[in-house]
């Protein structure tokens, strides 16, 4: 649950709000167009959200739309359901542009509009070494198979020959920890406000946990009231 309250859940809905923001265009500050005008159907950054269908009361003007981009899949109460073609599958492995910052994610699809999302992913890594803005690290890609998927853990099977910076389609959130193969590893800031985590190849499955400082918090408190208690009454014993 995401409270209004938490500095976390504000800055995810900042940057949910700016990701909105490069999608649908401002005619004026605070009012925005909707999807079916201007041809924002066409952006890639969509696309990076497993944005499959679209729905929609009247047909799509084929004028604003990119040649093939969405196919009408039916026509059900009135209600037109169109197929996005080019959407990213809900986890998958692509070329990471490496950034310090998700200020910097921001000004990289400000400026590209997304265009090269399909191929290469902006990434925020932490300690990024001066001089490495928005250099590229090149993938070994292969298909991302979804294990099981629940509100608080994503299991994904990886091939072992997959490089390079893998992407969930999921919303990046404080709390979300990523484990490849059991062990701990960053779970990192993909385009400007997606899960990713980087791959060295060789692994066979990559965890998503949803562990809030909280919880962690509490299950240490927990476990040292059990040895206490082990202790106490170990000692009794003797």
Known sequence: EIHSGDWSSDVCSSDLDR?????????????????????????????????????TRDPVDPRLLAPGKLVLDKYVGEIYVYRNTTALPRAWISDALTFSGNEQVYRELARTGGSSLHDAVPVVVPGLAAGREGARVASSRAPVEIVERGPHRLVLK?????????????????????????????????????????????????????????????????????????????????
């Not at 059991?182 to 990192?188: I, K």
């Not at 400007?192 to 791959?199: D, K």
């Open 19 to 55: 990701f909105r923001g490069l999608v649908l265009a401002q005619q004026s500050p605070g009012v925005q167009v909707g999807l079916f005008h201007e041809g924002a159907l066409n952006s890639p950054l969509l696309d990076v959200q497993n944005t499959r269908y679209f729905m």
């Open 158 to 238: 990886t091939p072992p020959a997959a490089r390079g910076l893998l992407v969930v389609s999921e919303l990046y959130y404080p709390g979300w920890q990523a484990y490849v193969d059991g062990a701990r590893v960053d779970t990192l800031k993909a385009a400007l406000m997606l899960r990713g985590v980087m791959l060295e190849g060789g692994q066979h499955t990559v965890e998503f946990r949803f562990e809030p400082a909280s919880v962690r918090a509490g299950m240490a408190v927990s476990l040292a009231s059990a040895a206490l208690l082990i202790l106490y009454v170990a000692a009794l014993l003797l």
